[in-house]
């Protein structure tokens, strides 16, 4: 990143919740830490340091401030090299590694977004520091290992669309951020904004988000006043980084002028918002609504790609669909065997051939044990075994989830 450290010594003794460990009195590759860096977010972050070591530095740029919150997300003055790619990203840590802190991330985040609603509903301010504790391990997780958490997310239960819909778009956030190159303060403002994009919502009658008939136009007005119900509910809180308020602006203007609420047009639209906006359709897409079923993943990109130029910049498009891969991970496939599997990771080399997970016979009896194939690391001397295509969640009444869950 292009800010410089404010480094200071402190002795583990004198360690609180909060601040950011830049370096060690020994080398993070002896610790089991993944990633150079840590924030201090829990006791036994501090326990475990205390064991290793004698002395840390912090950086006082990326401390906590007294009230749980950091700065970020209240900035008011963004550099405008930002977006400029400086940061060439590699998966810090193995896919198996990172699972259980994808994990822990996961719970964190869905505990987070569950405040930040809870307290908007009952009327209380935005919760700014419970946005970035969110947020944060988030994308930490995502930085480490491109896939490990959307592995996990997709084996979660999702009990609230609206909260699974706000972590799953802070996480796609993060990925296309990190695909793009981006300084992580800047990531952290996208998935912040990913996070809180529909928190205006809250301010909409339920039982319109949940009807599946078709809205009368007076309906659908309701249902767009959720952007300036967004934005009143940010502008009565502390928060003010510039690009997370962009985000709720403009997450549904689209390319061609279609969008709403002010029918911006091309480039009239910020990078940030064309971003969330593709994320938020897309999410959307794959996602069971009350008026349709989801599309597989792979079709939901194919839609978005059928939209370039259209409703989204095409270089945003085709930079999209290279984040993701052909089959995004978690994407449920059915193979050449006729077996149905579930994809775990992406091979960045060939993205037709993933790392996959077997979940049934080739007669699509569900397994109670898993085999994982790499697809692009197969026994030359065998069959070839390849994707035939892509399924919809629950085909063949299979649920990844209900298999690994059981």
């Not at 912090?58 to 919150?69: C, E, K, M, N």
């Not at 061609?256 to 897309?282: F, H, K, N, Q």
Request: hydrophobic fraction near 45%; include cysteine; aromatic fraction near 6%.
């Amino acid at each position: 990143m292009a800010s410089e450290l404010e480094e200071c010594r402190v002795e583990v003794a004198d360690l609180e919740l909060g601040m950011f460990v830049s370096r060690l009195d020994l080398p993070w590759e002896s610790t089991d830490f993944p990633l150079q860096g840590l924030q201090l977010m829990t006791p036994s972050d501090i326990a475990k340091l205390r064991e290793m070591c004698e002395f840390v530095y912090v950086d006082a740029r990326r401390q906590l401030t007294p009230d749980g919150s950091m700065q970020m997300l209240r900035r008011t003055e963004l550099s405008a090299s930002r977006f400029q790619t400086q940061v060439g990203y590699l998966d810090q840590v193995s896919f198996d590694d990172e699972v259980p802190r994808a994990r822990e991330a996961l719970e964190n985040a869905v505990a987070g977004v569950q405040q930040v609603f809870e307290d908007v509903l009952q009327g209380r301010e935005l919760p700014v520091e419970s946005v970035e504790r969110a947020v944060r391990p988030l994308v930490a997780s995502v930085l480490r290992s491109a896939d490990a958490f959307f592995w996990v997310e997709g084996l979660r239960r999702h009990d609230h669309d609206s909260y699974s819909h706000a972590v799953n778009c802070s996480a796609l956030a993060a990925a296309f951020g990190r695909h793009m190159g981006f300084a992580e303060e800047t990531i952290v403002s996208l998935a912040a904004g990913g996070l809180l994009m529909d928190i205006g919502k809250t301010r909409v009658p339920e039982a319109l988000l949940q009807r599946p008939d078709p809205l009368s136009p007076e309906e659908m007005a309701q249902i767009h006043a959720h952007v300036d119900h967004g934005l009143a509910i940010v502008k009565d809180s502390s928060l003010s980084d510039i690009d997370v308020i962009d985000i709720l602006r403009t997450h549904h203007e689209r390319h061609d002028g279609s969008g709403y609420p002010a029918a911006l047009v091309g480039v009239e639209i910020p990078l940030v918002g064309r971003m969330l906006g593709m994320i938020d359709t897309y999410h959307a897409l794959i996602s069971d609504r009350p008026h349709r079923r989801p599309l597989a993943r792979h079709h939901a990109l194919r839609q978005i790609y059928l939209a370039r130029d259209v409703l989204f910049q095409a270089e945003l498009v085709e930079q999209f669909q290279v984040c993701l891969g052909v089959y995004p991970t978690g994407s449920m496939v059915e193979l050449t065997t006729g077996e149905v599997a579930v994809v775990m990771a992406q091979n960045q080399a060939r993205r037709l051939t993933p790392r996959v997970v077997i979940l049934s016979t080739p007669d699509k009896l569900p397994l109670t044990t898993f085999q994982v194939v790499d697809l692009m690391n197969q026994n030359p001397d065998g069959p070839m075994v390849h994707i035939r295509r892509s399924l919809i969640p629950g085909a063949y009444g299979i649920d990844a989830a209900d298999l690994f869950l059981q």
